[in-house]
């Protein structure tokens, strides 16, 4: 006689999600995603100094892997990046209404 199957726990999928984002070398967000592949140490240095960072904290974070970043490091450089974009945005939608 068959056992009946079991649904696997929440904590079960994401212990599973996470193993199988590590074995693919995933980064869960795009941001992590940029920062380890696309940017070079110099991107990644200007958008930690934008961040607020000390120069030498800037320094150490740009040779770091996104995942290394202390938490409150990443939001600061996610707000950078945010304001920029923002500033961007306003910027460039302005030179499209004087053309």
């Not at 980064?27 to 110099?42: K, T």
């Not at 904290?57 to 970043?69: G, I, N, Y």
Request: some cysteine.
């Amino acid at each position: 006689m068959q056992q009946p199957a079991t649904l696997p726990t929440r904590d079960q999928i994401a212990a599973h999600l996470e193993r199988l984002r590590a074995a693919a070398g995933g980064e869960r967000s795009p941001l992590g995603r940029a920062w380890n592949h696309d940017m070079q140490r110099r991107e990644r240095l200007f958008w930690a100094r934008a961040a607020g960072l000390g120069p030498t904290d800037s320094r150490r974070v740009a040779c770091l892997d996104w995942q290394m970043v202390e938490p409150t490091a990443q939001t600061a450089i996610r707000c950078a990046l945010a304001r920029a974009a923002d500033r961007a945005k306003l910027l460039l939608s302005e030179g499209k209404a004087d053309a």
